[in-house]
């Protein structure tokens, strides 16, 4: 039932979106063949009656006249006025819906009935991702529309799409706490008659955190925090559930299969650490650093274990797996997002960070040379998750380490201390008076 009416709501957004298409296609052509008779589109209460009363006078025109008086521009323009008119009036009573009545809806459900609410939560996060392209729809719409307008002095609606879109996003950032909790609470087994309500939440738990980090919004989400810890139980969780669901695999598979979702807890956190640094975020560091070292603080011995066997797993799978892909394009994410800071592909891959980026720490740089061709769930290990283990009495047992991931941590360790070592050095004046040798 909780489906059945959530989907009504999702239905009523194609609906305009197809509305608005159909529109669209061959306009304004249409407009004066259907002023004329035919039967071209069919038409919402205001255009349709618009219509209706266009016919009645170019029949009387042709009567009284002997010949048609009213140009086509002047038939184009009043009804791209009413259908523009109508369709931006849809679209705002349909959004207040979605506020007022499914969001309220929704989140009642959600207390009473956690199952039922990621159910509706599920619908409505995919409406509300289904305005999108019903926003686009429409914003071609009203710019047709517009192309037919000539005479200035004919009012018109305001046809600006900026408010509907923030309206559609603070309604999608408000889904995004509900979704982690109904991730760490709905039942983790999976019912063939049902969806998979915890598969759905958790997935767009994760998603949402990424773009959250990946964002730079200042200052970060109030619920970050929160939501962080809440994806930290529900990885637990996941990964229970595929111990138990997954195993009629080969040993490697299931090794890599297991460890799928505290990966990609470690590919999270690696890339908050990068561009939180990259960034200067302290207050986006600072929200890591609690909930890590919370864990660490709890027990450093087991989740420094974890973590390494997770890496060491997924090393021993050669090839492709779902879990892969999916890292695969959360990584796409975050090295756009790098791009954005002025920190392009080619420059971490083939140029040389100390020298062009002098800005950059030492460090820093090791790490974004280190993510451009590998992982950072790698980096967030080797430079924050062993050394922060280490410091709270973790061993770190050469065994339960690959070679690729031995040196890496070898590597930040050199950075570390190199960089250490040149802020104690002494400030010495070169011949350029900025501490540098002359050329």
């Not at 489906?3 to 407009?31: E, K, M, R």
């Not at 299969?257 to 640094?277: D, F, I, K, N, R």
Request: with cysteine.
């Amino acid at each position: 039932m909780v489906d059945f009416v959530a989907l009504a709501y999702t239905q009523a957004v194609l609906g305009l979106q197809d509305y608005a298409y159909a529109l669209i296609a061959d306009f304004p052509h249409w407009v004066v063949a259907q002023a004329h008779g035919k039967s071209a589109r069919n038409l919402g209460p205001l255009p349709a009656e618009l219509l209706g009363n266009i016919q009645d006078a170019l029949k009387f025109e042709k009567a009284v006249e002997g010949h048609r008086v009213t140009s086509d521009a002047n038939i184009k323009q009043l009804v791209a006025r009413a259908i523009a008119t109508e369709a931006i009036d849809e679209a705002t009573a349909l959004m207040a819906t979605f506020e007022d009545d499914f969001w309220l809806w929704a989140s009642r459900v959600i207390d009473r009935d956690t199952p039922a609410g990621g159910a509706a939560l599920s619908r409505l996060d995919e409406a509300l991702h289904k305005w999108e392209m019903t926003l686009s729809a429409l914003s071609t719409l009203f710019d047709q529309c517009e192309a037919v307008h000539r005479d200035v002095d004919d009012r018109w609606p305001d046809l600006s799409l900026d408010r509907l879109e923030a309206r559609r996003a603070a309604l999608q950032n408000r889904l995004r706490a509900p979704i982690t909790m109904v991730a760490t609470r709905v039942d983790v087994d999976m019912n063939p008659d049902r969806p998979d309500v915890f598969g759905w939440a958790f997935y767009r738990a994760h998603q949402d955190l990424l773009e959250d980090v990946l964002s730079d919004r200042t200052p970060v989400r109030a619920d970050l925090e929160e939501r962080l810890r809440g994806l930290v139980v529900a990885t637990d969780r996941a990964g229970s559930r595929l111990r138990t669901t997954v195993q009629r695999q080969h040993y490697r598979v299931l090794g890599s299969l297991w460890s799928e979702p505290t990966l990609m807890l470690l590919q999270l956190s690696g890339v908050a650490l990068v561009t939180g640094l990259a960034r200067q975020r302290s207050d986006l560091l600072d929200v890591f650093e609690r909930v890590w070292g919370e864990l660490l603080d709890a027990d450093a011995q087991h989740v420094l274990d974890a973590a390494l066997a997770a890496l060491v797993m997924d090393d021993a799978l050669f090839g492709l797996s779902p879990g892969k892909i999916n890292r695969s394009s959360r990584h796409l994410q975050a090295m756009a997002a790098l791009e954005g800071m002025g920190l392009s592909r080619d420059d971490l891959e083939y140029g040389d960070l100390e020298e062009s980026r002098p800005d950059l720490s030492t460090r820093l740089a090791a790490m974004l040379s280190h993510v451009a061709y590998s992982d950072f769930e790698d980096v967030f290990v080797a430079t924050w998750l062993v050394p922060g283990a280490r410091r709270r009495g973790a061993v770190l047992r050469d065994d339960a380490l690959g070679a690729r991931l031995t040196e890496l941590i070898e590597v930040f360790s050199d950075a570390t201390e190199g960089e250490t070592r040149r802020q104690a050095e002494p400030y010495v004046a070169g011949p350029r008076g900025d501490g540098r040798e002359g050329s």
